[in-house]
C-alpha cells in the first residue's frame, strides 16, 4: 500500500452514519476498511459501494468482544502495517422512549459494553498502528446528548431527551476522549469527539431531522484534519460543542 493513500477502520460501517463516513472518507482517497460484525451485512455494503466504484475492504470486528478487536488489529498490520484513521462508530441506543426508573441494569451494561468499553478496547489495541503512521486521526462519535453543560440547559433543542443508559454513556465516552488527548499530546496522533447530531437512523428508528450524509460530514472532517487542526475537542458541524 503506497504511503500517501491514508487507511481508515470505522467501526460499525454496514449501515447509517458509519456507511456513510466510510463513503466520503473514500471520495478522499482514503482506502476505507468497513469494520463490521456482521459479515454478510458487511458484504452487501461493500458491494452496494462497489457498485459506486468505490473500493473498500471488509474487516470483522465486534467492539464488545476482544478477542474479535486483536484479531482485526492482526489483520490490519499484516495487510498494511499501520493505521491513519480509526473511526469509532460503532454505537447502540437501547432505552430511547423509557422512563428511568423502567430501564434496566442490563441495558445499561450493554450500552457502555459498546458506547464506551468497546471504545476503550478499540483504541488499546489499535493504538500500535496508529503510532506508525505519520498522523494518525482518532475520532470518537458521541452525541449532544453526551454533553452535560447541554443536558442542564433547558434551552437545548434536546432538553427533554434524558435518556439513563445512551447519554450518560456518550458522557463517558467525551471523558475518554479526554484522557487520551492527555496521554497523546505532543505525539503525531489527534483524537477527538464528534456529535453528529440527531440524524435519520437504525439506532433511533429513523426518526432524526437530520441525513445521515449531513451527519457523517463532521466524523470525516476531524478524521482529516492537517498537523494544525484540534486536538482533545468536542464538535459538531457549527463548531465547538460544550463539555
Known amino acids: 500500500?503506497?504511503?500517501?493513500i491514508k487507511i481508515a477502520l470505522v467501526t460499525g460501517a454496514n449501515k447509517g452514519l458509519g456507511f456513510e463516513t466510510a463513503k466520503q472518507l473514500s471520495a478522499l482517497n482514503v482506502k476505507v476498511l468497513l469494520g463490521v460484525r456482521?459479515?454478510?451485512?458487511?458484504?452487501?455494503?461493500?458491494?452496494?459501494?462497489?457498485?459506486?466504484?468505490i473500493d473498500v475492504e471488509v474487516v470483522f470486528i465486534d467492539v464488545s468482544d476482544e478477542n474479535s478487536?486483536?484479531?482485526?488489529?492482526?489483520?490490519?498490520?499484516?495487510?498494511?502495517?499501520?493505521l491513519d484513521i480509526l473511526v469509532n462508530n460503532a454505537g447502540v441506543m437501547l432505552d430511547l422512549g423509557q422512563?428511568?426508573?423502567?430501564?434496566?441494569?442490563?441495558?445499561?451494561?450493554?450500552?457502555?459494553?459498546?458506547?464506551v468499553f468497546g471504545v476503550m478496547t478499540t483504541i488499546k489495541h489499535m493504538l500500535p498502528l496508529l503510532r506508525k503512521s505519520d498522523a494518525g486521526r482518532i475520532v470518537n462519535?458521541?452525541?449532544?446528548?453526551g454533553s452535560l453543560h447541554q443536558n442542564a440547559d433547558p434551552n437545548y433543542m434536546y432538553y427533554p431527551y434524558k435518556l439513563l443508559a445512551y447519554n450518560s454513556s456518550k458522557s463517558?465516552?467525551?471523558?475518554?476522549?479526554?484522557?487520551?488527548?492527555f496521554e497523546l499530546k505532543g505525539s503525531k496522533i489527534k483524537i477527538n469527539s464528534a456529535d453528529p447530531?440527531?440524524?435519520?437512523?437504525?439506532?433511533?428508528g429513523n426518526i432524526g431531522p437530520k441525513s445521515p450524509e449531513e451527519g457523517a460530514k463532521i466524523a470525516v472532517e476531524l478524521a482529516t484534519l492537517d498537523e494544525k487542526?484540534?486536538?482533545?475537542?468536542f464538535f459538531d458541524s457549527n463548531g465547538i460543542v460544550p463539555w
Open 1 to 4: 500500500m503506497k504511503q500517501n
Open 38 to 53: 456482521n459479515k454478510e451485512a458487511g458484504e452487501n455494503a461493500r458491494k452496494t459501494l462497489e457498485s459506486q466504484g
Open 69 to 82: 478487536i486483536i484479531k482485526a488489529r492482526k489483520k490490519i498490520d499484516s495487510d498494511y502495517g499501520r
Open 99 to 115: 422512563k428511568l426508573d423502567e430501564v434496566s441494569l442490563d441495558v445499561i451494561k450493554k450500552t457502555f459494553e459498546v458506547n
Open 141 to 145: 462519535v458521541s452525541s449532544g446528548l
Open 172 to 181: 463517558a465516552l467525551n471523558s475518554v476522549t479526554l484522557s487520551y488527548a
Open 197 to 204: 447530531g440527531f440524524c435519520k437512523t437504525d439506532l433511533n
Open 229 to 233: 487542526g484540534p486536538h482533545g475537542g
